[in-house]
């Protein structure tokens, strides 16, 4: 099965240095993937010449003359920014040329751009992002990890049923264990729009496994393959996980660079902490998905450096070669509609 | 200065066994400090026997007939435990017998009595949860832990005041930099309470930084000294954090367990990995404050061992000595009667 994938090329903090390298990496691995490179054809032309000769009709590139900025604002970056090399490339989706785009750039605009572009499905009010955290038992996926501030029970509720389908297709399982974060397990416990949510869970027909709290995202007493939470909630747990491995790391690097002997001792282990290293490398879980668009959206980390973008990209293809857009679009709309006439 | 705790001696997953080792160990290092262990005389004089003979009246038991369990509602604690050992512990702040009281019973169920017997500051709403976390810079005090899952603006500008005052005392320092808690740190984010808060924040004395993102707590970018969060976001928040600290301790323990070679490599990094964990360790950060009370309550963490419990009975010693509560109380009243002359 052939699959193309449009590629932000100027986005991120680091644009094409990264970018390029990163899809052409993944050209080597996949014979069956194409890529469509999209920026300003001067800055990329060059970088990819020798590439091309290699790679032919897989390596293309689209222009855009505009970039969004990564500070910019989702309106004035949908207002002005028409020819960016974001918008073009989830043009590219729209318009059929390809079946994901990946993107590093500002995730404000290229949630407010992908859903101005492709549209939401029909029965979800917001799009979500949803990604995988390491954990314990493997990795466990959370959304919504920062596009929605505020959400009812309703938007809680339609998180869960569409990274159920996600998590379905990617993992290959037929019914995912859904957890709702909260600050207790207990009943009494969590707010109002959480304590809704749970109804409405436990009356759906979901493998919903009750509250979980935020130690389950990494190391929970039981798996959980999936945990829905609002965005705000989600935002600041990812980034508080992100800080406590930061110093966690700072902390063993230092205690191994304290003097003389521990630098030996550090020799010793390097077999050792590269590897303990290798597992826990964050830029191995690097690319968020877009859900609740009429198209496959995969942001990147804006700081992301050429293994992670490729591990973006590589996200994109397994979502296409399992056709989670059409399956999410199926399964949702049919969920939804039959609660409605069950309600 | 001589100062007097009550230890809620029966409270938390091991009660006694790990309350009284580590009641001793800390009379044992603080020759000002007398404690009144609250609970079943008969539990409690076999393990105290020994140690009254050393300490005499500085080593006290009043008898409580009741335990709250750790799954009980707090408003079923509230009713039907008056004779608990949380409670008449709590009993001994408000009666002056103790100058603080420490627990690692039922977080709901002690706020609940706390607030119930000790009753709240004139100004302040609600209590809320303070503690500190690790981080690359010493450590870092957040609030509200989960005492409050919804908060206004109003809710979440008082305890940046309640937090400040603690945190000038303890850390003996002028001005905490406090930071309030986002998902990003542009002005355009978050949702309506916080940006509120951010208003109100700015229009303070208080040397308020602006918006912080998760990371912030462990290994910011920049130092803050108090985080303000809500009581939901919060305790997420810290409960993935310990859960993150738990997997790649796990992680690098299978690393270090892997084969002979690397068992080794650990042998060898023995001393560097020991300093590690001891830099990293939570049970060094136990201990939670509650504030806005007219008396000081401690919570231990449930699970705590001895060194985590005596930590949390340390906590209590240092606050008691810094006169927190008083000086909260002063400048509490003072800041916000003035914000309401001013509005």
Redesign the interface.
Known sequence: MSLTISIDAMGGDFGASVTVPAALDCLKENAALTLILVGDTQVLAPLVAQAQSLYGNRLQIQHASQRVDM?E?PAKALKNKKDSSMRVAINLVHEGRADACVSAGNT?ALMATARFVLKMLNGIDRPAIISTL???YGHTYMMDL?AN??CSAEHLFQFAVMGNELVKAIDNTDSPRIGL?N?GE?D?????QVKAAAKLLENSSLNYIGYV????????NVPVDLIV?D???G??????????????G???KD??S?NI??K???L??Y???K??KQ??DPRLHNGASFLGLRGLVIKSHGGADVLAFKTAIKLAEVEVRHNVIQKITQQVEATLAQRTLSS
């Open positions: 500070d604002s404000g390491p954990s314990t920062g501030v505020d974060l600050i207990e009494m416990k969590g707010n109002e709290e935020g130690n389950s995202i990494n190391a929970g939470c965005g705000f909630v935002n600041v747990s990812l980034k508080s996980i992100e800080g406590a491995a930061k110093m966690i700072t902390t063993l205690a191994f304290a002997f521990t030996l001792a550090a010793m282990a077999p050792v902490l590897r303990f597992r826990i």
